[in-house]
């Protein structure tokens, strides 16, 4: 069992910068790839950005490309959500997620869920 917890969440204009952070605990943190999916209101929750076990690959949605950053620090359990130039489309509540068969973009593939953390971007 692996528990994961998000924070950082919150309200910045649109243009600013958010840093998201995800604590792992209960399991071998360097064994799973990593994901990060957002939620809108009345959305489906969607993918936006995955880091592998050792940081090597991180694909992204075409969405936030050239503005958010996925990162981890396996030393320190945690991976992050670095939001730059965010737009008020970004809001969402973001999840992190774990996954034990390596690199995926896919709800399905994932193993383990944070709660969630809230991010409102004001125009």
């Known amino acids: 069992q692996v528990w994961l917890v998000e924070s950082g969440g919150g309200l910045v204009q649109a243009g600013g910068s958010l840093r998201l952070s995800c604590a792992a605990s209960?399991?071998?943190?360097?064994?799973?790839?990593m994901d990060w999916f957002r939620q809108a209101p009345g959305k489906e929750r969607e993918f936006v950005a995955a880091i592998s076990t050792s940081g090597g690959h991180t694909p992204y949605a075409n969405s936030v490309k050239g503005r958010f950053t996925i990162s981890r620090d396996n030393a320190k359990n945690t991976v992050y959500l670095q939001m730059n130039s965010v737009k008020p489309e970004d809001t969402a509540v973001y999840y992190c997620?774990?996954?034990?068969?390596?690199?995926?973009?896919?709800?399905?593939?994932?193993?383990?869920w944070g709660k969630g953390t809230l991010v409102t971007v004001s125009s």
């Open positions: 209960g399991g071998t943190f360097s064994r799973y790839s």
């Open positions: 997620a774990a996954s034990s068969r390596g690199l995926d973009l896919t709800r399905e593939a994932m193993d383990y």
